[in-house]
């Protein structure tokens, strides 16, 4: 099975900063893979799929890069309703498989 | 818009089953597939296996493969998830979520329900 590391574990940045959280695989995906956020108690909402590719409607402070092993997603300007958990996924292989998460707080 | 709305918290017992729904809403229901994944307290998420709602074809995880069944009923528009053999281990949040691709599984989401808790406790 692939197993998904994500980095840092836990992140606080304040209002404006640039975060960066990193998504690796333990064998190549190639580009097959989606960020999810989710925010306490509710459903994850999808962000970006293909490594690169912004979901319909989703702000383009957000932006993805990486392919094989690693990847990165980049909030370039962070905003207050950004806080919660970020999770990547890799559906190059089954089973399909998650990060353990990023959780960011706004300072 | 696209919606799942997914059945109420369940509680069970060790050994017992347990089967939630999901019902779509807002999309040609046949047209996509429903995946079901879970996520256990503190835990990451995981993804437990998919019907096409078109073809009735299934995907599961291997490590649900004995104990997960899915199923749909078109004419309600609705996906099943039904685990069987409960543990505590099994106590989570179950969500369905829509696949990306219409006609084929792409294997990521781009709609999710609510999700459902299910208690496994004596």
């Known amino acids: 099975d692939i197993q998904m590391t994500q980095s840092p574990s836990s992140l606080s940045a304040s209002v404006g900063d640039r975060v960066t959280i990193t998504c690796r695989a333990s064998q190549g995906i190639s580009s097959w893979l989606a960020w999810y956020q989710q925010k306490p108690e509710k459903a994850p909402k999808s962000l970006i799929y293909a490594a690169s590719t912004l979901h319909s409607g989703v702000p383009s402070r957000f932006s993805g890069s990486g392919s094989g092993t690693e990847f990165t997603l980049t909030i370039s300007s962070l905003q207050p309703e950004d806080f919660g958990t970020y999770y990547c996924q890799q559906y190059n292989f089954y089973p399909l498989s998650f990060g353990g998460g990023t959780m960011v707080e706004i300072k | 818009q696209v919606q799942l709305v997914q059945s109420g918290a369940e509680v069970k017992k060790p050994g017992a089953s347990v089967k939630v729904s999901c019902k779509a809403s807002g999309y040609t229901f046949t047209n996509y597939a429903i995946h079901w994944v879970r996520q256990a307290p503190g835990q990451r998420l995981e993804w437990m296996g998919w019907?096409?709602?078109?073809?009735?074809?299934?995907k599961y995880s291997q490590k649900f493969q004995d104990r997960v069944t899915i199923t749909r009923d078109t004419s309600a528009s609705t996906a099943y998830m039904e685990l069987s053999s409960l543990r505590s281990q099994d106590t989570a949040v179950y969500y369905c979520?829509?696949?990306?691709?219409?006609?084929?599984?792409?294997?990521?989401?781009?709609?999710w329900g609510l999700g459902t808790l299910v208690t496994v406790s004596s």
């Open positions: 019907i096409n709602a078109g073809n009735d074809n299934t």
């Open positions: 979520a829509r696949d990306v691709c219409s006609g084929t599984s792409c294997n990521h989401f781009d709609n």
